[in-house]
């Protein structure tokens, strides 16, 4: 017989992640995340640190950036908050980009067809146009879940498809196209529709309070009420529910209510607080980083504001990251991704333990 | 007799369009398939069949040569679906947001690198691309020759990879192993096979097919690569796997659908019929929720698909 000793290493799961081993992951996935982007920028033929310097700069390097930042953070924090209340109760509602843009478009038809407005109510108005189109459009991907049993993730991209195209046939020589116009778009919104700005020197507008004001909202949801108990008890275990006697199905459909009536509201702080037009671009890509933004944000209403700021961050400094480094802007999307994956990989792997399994 | 002549040929040229068009649709579903049989959701269709056009078109480009760009989109989507196993089979990270990640890394990823890698020119430059290949004899038959037997190797190839996957999944030893860890992983894990190896090896080749089916996309027909050129069709893909009940020949009857739905768009507004283009375009997403709706049973799905499996 031959005498060594033979130390094996094992892989295990452990049942809770300790604080430390929590926070050695998180730091090793953005350290990670940030190594890649370094790399990203090498290969766009930039230097790495200049880049990153830009990008902080053309974040945070003046008031105006700043409030710009904040501006771009707006409708991430929505649809974050979107994710995050679909998401705690494991229901995967995808959709919030389709839901930002049936948002936008039931405000502008609700300004526009819902009669005469005095000046004073023109921004309620807008406002509860956006959280009824939103959250119908949601609720549509609800029906379907709980009547048809089509699965939510695929009927709300699905949704997300299609919502565009209804879009441009309302634009592209519809009934919404500005008169004489050129491009895919409507005509300026009335004035007294739009919401006002904060701060002299940014275009920081009204709708980052609503925002700010929906985390509140959400945070006291999810924390203080019958709602909020049957959502976080939905998503550890909905059958169980099901059981003690709950209707699942009507709390389906008031799930993707709520979470659509967020997502709606960014399509109304974009028109109304930012391009005041509807169109396309001012619309579109908030639902799909919204998720990622309430995955960093831990699903919880406090980590998403953060996260939210931060991409905002990621959007506004790229514009003049591009300018100084030629790195294109698109980058900022990859990052995103990039991000989620790393935080994903290093969550679960603070789950994991290496134990030496000694063999003699 | 001349109208008769000019609808026959209208058919004709729809029916090739239809199998054409279903080349990438075919080829992403296929491999969905085989994923899902093994249990594993690969939500990340979308962006793999993104990120295989993208790369494909880019190393086609640099290599002066199709084949390097097919070879290469290939390969990017089996490297995605590999990342992609690891952290939902190994790490256990869930299916549904680990494959969004995926999608979105593709769309960002491409856009990025297209806009670095051809800064200078302002436009991307156009390749060649695979012309058709006739089979002798068979193409000179009526009607059928023109539709089946006037298109593309890749095309070719995905149609003969239904017969192919039918045969892999229910006439060998390894698919019924595939088909065991997604019923019963458990019975599997008894035998001393391992589970996670046979989900990797499923989940990478679906990668695989969907890098191909990108390939076809921007290689194999438009020449070129254009941000987000997929548009949705990874998501088809899933949803005709769901809609032909996990089998391969309903597999390939629902893409045909798919594709003629298409088909039928592309030659309305060819021949100028007075329908806005964005009803037709929507048609294959609206189409796709009513075949959820209509085909409700997911008797024939893999009973613990989505759920990771673990001994405890």
């Given at each position: 017989m031959t005498d060594f000793s033979i130390a094996e290493w094992r892989i295990e799961r452990r049942r809770e992640a300790r604080p430390a081993a929590r926070f050695i992951g998180l730091g090793a996935a953005l350290a990670g995340a940030i190594i890649v982007c370094g790399m990203l920028f090498l290969a766009a033929g930039a230097e790495p640190l200049k880049a990153f310097a830009s990008l902080a700069k053309g974040s945070f390097g003046s008031l105006r950036a700043t409030g710009e930042t904040l501006v771009k953070a707006t409708p991430l924090i929505f649809t974050g908050l979107a994710a995050c209340v679909a998401f705690r109760a494991r229901?995967?509602?995808?959709g919030a980009e389709g839901q930002v843009f049936a948002g936008a478009m039931f405000a502008y038809w609700a300004q526009h067809n819902l009669g005469e407005f005095p000046a004073l109510v023109q921004i309620p108005v807008v406002v509860m146009g956006g959280i009824a189109g939103g959250g119908l459009y949601a609720a549509l991907a609800g029906l379907l879940k709980t009547?048809?049993?089509?699965?939510e993730v695929i009927s709300t991209v699905m949704l997300n498809y299609i919502i565009v195209y209804v879009l441009s046939l309302l634009l592209l020589r519809g009934?919404?196209?500005?008169?004489?116009?050129?491009?895919e778009q409507t005509a300026?919104?009335?004035?007294?529709?739009t919401l006002p700005m904060l701060?002299?020197?940014?275009?920081?507008?009204?709708g980052f309070l609503l925002a700010l004001a929906a985390a509140v909202l959400v945070h006291l949801i999810l924390t203080r009420t019958p709602l909020g108990y049957e959502i976080r008890a939905a998503g550890s275990n909905l059958r169980a529910l099901d059981v003690q006697g709950t209707n699942t199905r009507r709390l389906i459909i008031v799930v993707m209510l709520l979470s659509g009536a967020l997502a709606g509201l960014a399509g109304v702080t974009e028109v109304y607080?930012?391009?005041y037009r509807l169109k396309a671009g001012a619309v579109a890509g908030y639902g799909y980083s919204g998720i990622i933004v309430a995955i960093l944000g831990q699903l919880h209403p406090v980590g998403v504001v953060a996260a939210a700021i931060l991409f905002g961050a990621l959007l506004n400094g790229a514009t003049l990251m591009q300018i100084e480094t030629?790195?294109?802007?698109?980058l900022i999307y990859a990052i995103q991704a990039i991000l989620l994956l790393f935080f994903l990989a290093g969550w679960a792997m603070c789950n994991f333990r290496l134990r030496r399994t000694g063999r003699v | 007799m001349f109208e008769s002549f000019l609808q026959a040929t209208i058919l004709v040229s729809v029916a090739a369009a239809t199998i054409r068009i279903a080349t990438p649709l075919l080829l992403a579903a296929l491999g969905e398939l085989v994923a899902e049989r093994s249990?594993?959701?690969?939500?990340g269709l979308e962006g793999m069949m993104l990120m295989g056009a993208f790369i494909g078109y880019l190393s086609a480009h640099q290599s002066g040569s199709l084949w390097v760009g097919v070879a290469a989109a290939g390969l990017t989507g089996a490297a995605m679906a590999a990342v992609f196993a690891f952290m939902v089979?190994?790490?256990?990270?869930e299916q549904i947001v680990t494959g969004l990640a995926v999608n979105l890394l593709g769309a960002g990823l491409s856009t990025y690198w297209l806009r670095a890698a051809f800064s200078d020119s302002g436009q991307t430059p156009v390749i060649p691309f695979f012309e058709n290949v006739p089979i002798p004899v068979?193409?000179?038959?009526?009607?059928?020759g023109p539709i089946?037997?006037?298109?593309k190797l890749l095309t070719y190839f995905a149609f003969l990879m239904v017969p192919a996957v039918w045969f892999l999944l229910f006439r060998t030893r390894y698919g019924l192993i595939i088909r065991c860890a997604g019923d019963n992983p458990k019975a599997l894990d008894v035998k001393g096979v391992s589970v996670a190896a046979v989900q990797y090896a499923a989940v990478v080749f679906g990668g695989l097919m969907a890098g191909l089916g990108g390939a076809f996309l921007s290689v194999g027909s438009a020449a070129r690569f254009v941000p987000?050129?997929?548009?949705?069709r990874g998501w088809l893909a899933i949803i005709i796997v769901i809609a032909g009940l996990w089998r391969p020949y309903a597999v390939l009857a629902a893409t045909l659908v798919f594709s003629f739905l298409d088909a039928l768009q592309l030659q309305i507004q060819g021949i100028g019929?007075?329908?806005?283009?964005q009803l037709l375009l929507m048609m294959p997403y609206v189409v796709a929720i009513i075949a959820l709706m209509v085909r409700r049973?997911?008797?024939?799905?893999?009973?613990?698909?989505g759920m990771p499996y673990s001994r405890e």
């Open positions: 229901i995967w509602n995808i009547r048809f049993s089509v699965d009934p919404w196209s500005e008169a004489g116009g050129f491009f300026r919104v009335d004035r007294d529709a701060i002299a020197g940014t275009r920081l507008h009204m607080g930012v391009h030629g790195v294109p802007s698109a | 249990g594993v959701y690969n939500m089979i190994t790490l256990k990270v068979l193409s000179q038959l009526p009607v059928v089946l037997f006037d298109q987000d050129m997929t548009n949705g019929i007075a329908i806005p283009y049973s997911r008797a024939n799905a893999p009973a613990m698909l």
